[in-house]
């Protein structure tokens, strides 16, 4: 058992005492229509190279992966994906814009 992970108690004389622990879990994946995303273009703290930012995503980390995977294939270009977050290396908005819509995500283009 890791001390680190121990919620506040330190000593208990209660022999049948259990050190529970706060399990965050991941919200259910919502269907595309919920989804409210934003595709915009950021620089800052990249050392000036450009990147295209999706946000919003709710959902399970494996499928906000697929979909980080789908959009990378689809613009031809790396990236990244965590925190509800897909990070696309390029100005890729109009065609990541498109797709998502296609895909029937409630999609909107924001920063300019």
């Known amino acids: 058992m890791k001390r680190k992970n121990r919620t506040g108690i330190v000593y208990s004389t209660d022999p049948g005492f259990r050190y529970t622990f706060d399990a965050a879990k991941e919200k259910d994946t919502l269907p595309p229509n919920q989804q409210d995303l934003r595709v915009m273009l950021d620089s800052r703290n990249r050392k000036g190279k450009q990147v295209t930012l999706v946000t919003g995503f709710i959902g399970v980390d494996s499928d906000l992966q697929t979909l980080?995977?789908?959009i990378k294939m689809l613009c031809g270009?790396?990236?990244?994906?965590?925190?509800?977050?897909?990070?696309?290396?390029?100005?890729f908005r109009d065609k990541i814009l498109k797709y998502l819509t296609d895909k029937r995500f409630k999609v909107k283009k924001a920063g300019g």
């Open 68 to 70: 980080a995977r789908d």
């Open 77 to 91: 270009s790396g990236g990244s994906a965590k925190d509800g977050e897909i990070i696309i290396q390029g100005d």
